[in-house]
């Protein structure tokens, strides 16, 4: 396939955007409205391929889903109601929609089979298919269930106690959804606190856990009930305009119902600290999780460090953190972000190849890279190698390059973001 032309030597990006829905928030709406008794409505329903793979994985569980646009209305029967699939159960490119589903399966008493595209097939599961076997789960697959395919034969589950070995919201909720079906209690203990979508939305559908700083509690034989979720912005999208805001010379964009939960806001404490020009306007919205609108100009920024209990903040907002870097007076410092390395890519190799094309002064360390800046980014052929969030940091790259830049799978955009290039072409 031929590579795309990206917009370069770009001047005023100026405009507002309706940032989509967030993809966390819509994986667990979904989970959550399949397991519950009732109806569940959800609105802004991010319309991603991954997300949209999740629909389709509960579908073939058994549960009745309709979607109109970003409209989904789930009709829950309960964990009872899940049913054995008649085929295999394919996440495609989400990584979330396995992880969680998992712990789902884990205590259905049927048998599953779980499978993804090639990088699904890359990426490990022994984080989460280790600790389910401490609650009674049988998974195995290629490697001693390190790699799909997966099969998953559920059964009854007795709750444990288990220390997170690395910082992993995705390992969290799955342990989450199978404590909620285990006997007795279940606690978890984070080594440092991720994003609580999946805390916020149990008590959201009516579901009960406690939780003191890193250690989360909560007790099997909970049942949940159908509800209405709104879905924010998700602020991993908004990030990329963020610091297209930001780099880009003489621009001025305001983002509309961007989330603004204190799990995931770690950008917005990164871009305040390097001297962005960044105002947020929160709502009073009464939801579950807070949101607020946020205008981002042209900046004057230098260089940090971004290390510790800050990147799980970030995690995924790393590889545009970069490039905004390579804008930045000075030296920026990314460090404990080895898990980074197994994103859809080695988004540590990733990042720096790619940024290196176009003439950044970047270099990748064991556990994250060193940027040098303020950098002129130049023209050249790049990839986001099948990585959603890479193929859009190189299309904001490409608008502050004074050469031609050509993106190879431009495609796997689509994963989070389908309507990028159009929001970005309503800025000009």
């Known amino acids: 396939m031929n590579p795309a ?9 100026r405009g507002e955007i309706p940032v989509p829905g967030d993809k966390s928030i819509s994986h667990r709406s979904i989970m959550f409205g399949a397991i519950a008794k009732g109806q569940t409505k959800v609105t802004n329903f991010l319309l991603g391929e991954d997300c949209l793979s999740t629909i389709a994985c509960f579908r073939k569980l058994g549960v009745d889903i309709e979607q109109e646009d970003n409209h989904v209305t789930i009709s829950g029967a309960g964990l009872e109601g899940l049913q054995e699939p008649a085929e295999v159960l394919d996440v495609g490119n989400s990584g979330t929609t396995i992880r969680l589903l998992m712990g789902i399966l884990a205590g259905r008493p049927f048998h599953s089979v779980l499978v993804g595209d090639e990088s699904i097939g890359k990426r490990p599961m022994t984080r989460v298919t280790k ?17 799909t395919p997966l099969s998953v034969k559920g059964g009854q589950l007795s709750g444990v106690t288990y220390e997170l070995p690395v910082a992993s919201a995705q390992v969290k909720s799955s342990l989450l959804f199978a404590g909620i ?3 007795g209690e ?40 159908g509800t209405e979720i709104h879905v924010p912005g998700d602020i991993s999208s908004a990030a990329f305009f963020l610091v297209a805001g930001a780099i880009v010379p003489g621009s001025e964009i305001r983002l509309k119902n ?15 600290r390097m001297g962005a020009d960044i105002r947020i306007e929160p709502y009073e919205n009464g939801s579950a999780e807070p ?24 995690i ?13 007076e000075g030296e920026t410092v990314i460090k404990d972000a080895e898990e980074l390395k197994v994103k859809e890519t080695n988004r540590i190799d990733t990042v720096v190849n790619e940024l290196s094309k176009l003439g950044a002064d970047i270099a990748a360390t064991d556990d994250g890279m060193i940027i040098r800046g303020k950098s002129r980014l130049s023209g050249g052929t790049v990839s986001s190698h099948g990585d959603h969030r890479i193929g859009m940091m190189l299309a904001v790259a490409a608008a502050i390059s004074s050469g031609d830049v050509h993106l190879h ?20």
């Open 131 to 147: 600790p389910l076997g401490l609650f009674g789960a049988q998974i195995n697959g290629r490697k001693n269930g390190e790699f």
């Open 409 to 428: 799978q431009k495609e796997a955009i689509s994963v989070s973001y389908p309507t990028f290039f159009e929001h970005f072409d309503s800025l000009l």
């Open 316 to 328: 995924d907002e790393i590889p545009v953190i970069a490039l905004l870097a390579t804008q930045a």
């Open 186 to 225: 279940t606690v978890i203990i984070e080594p440092v606190k991720t994003r609580d979508h999946t805390e916020r939305m149990i008590r959201q559908f009516g579901g009960e856990l406690e939780t003191d700083g890193q250690t989360i509690r909560i007790k099997g034989g909970q049942k949940l009930t």
């Open 5 to 13: 032309m990206l917009k370069t030597n770009l001047q005023g990006l």
């Open 181 to 183: 079906q285990a006997s």
């Open 291 to 314: 949101a607020g609108d946020i205008t981002i100009r042209t900046s004057e920024l230098k260089g940090t460090v971004i290390a510790g209990d800050l990147i799980p903040r970030l």
């Open 258 to 272: 961007v989330g603004l939960n204190p799990t995931r806001t770690g950008i917005i404490d990164v871009m305040q």
